[in-house]
């Protein structure tokens, strides 16, 4: 079994930055594609970034267009941990934001919630204007 604990999060102001991580441990190696997904009241749970273990197409990180540019999605695999450092924060981006890992699969497969095993507690991130 994986545990996965979320940290970072909270308020800040439009334009002011955030960096959430997420520790894996548990019967875990570094071999797992994690991605970060958020959900805010009254909306379904979408995708925000993903980073695969292994290279496709030559790439490993994936951004929904809302937040290329702004966010950066990163991995320490000595800590067993990921990081989405969160630049430029908007007010639309205050929701719940939730890591997830997965075993390795094809890139395309990164937006889908339902192809990851594992689930953070969740973390709040408010944006005011």
């Known amino acids: 079994q994986v545990q996965l604990v979320q940290s970072g999060g909270g308020l800040v102001q439009a334009g002011g930055s955030l960096r959430l991580s997420c520790a894996a441990s548990?019967?875990?190696?570094?071999?797992?594609?994690m991605g970060w997904f958020r959900q805010a009241p009254g909306k379904e749970r979408e995708f925000v970034a993903a980073?695969?273990?292994?290279?496709?197409?030559?790439?490993?990180?994936y951004y929904a267009d809302s937040v290329k540019g702004r966010f950066t999605i990163s991995r320490d695999n000595a800590k067993n941990t990921g990081y989405l450092q969160m630049n430029s924060l908007k007010p639309e981006d205050t929701a719940l934001y939730y890591c997830?890992?997965?075993?390795?699969?094809?890139?395309?497969?990164?937006?889908?919630?339902?192809?990851?095993?594992?689930w953070g507690q969740g973390t709040q991130v408010t944006v005011s204007s």
């Open positions: 997830a890992t997965r075993s390795p699969k094809t890139g395309s497969t990164v937006y889908n919630p339902t192809s990851y095993d594992y």
């Open positions: 548990g019967r875990t190696s570094s071999s797992y594609d």
């Open positions: 980073i695969t273990r292994f290279t496709w197409n030559g790439n490993s990180a």
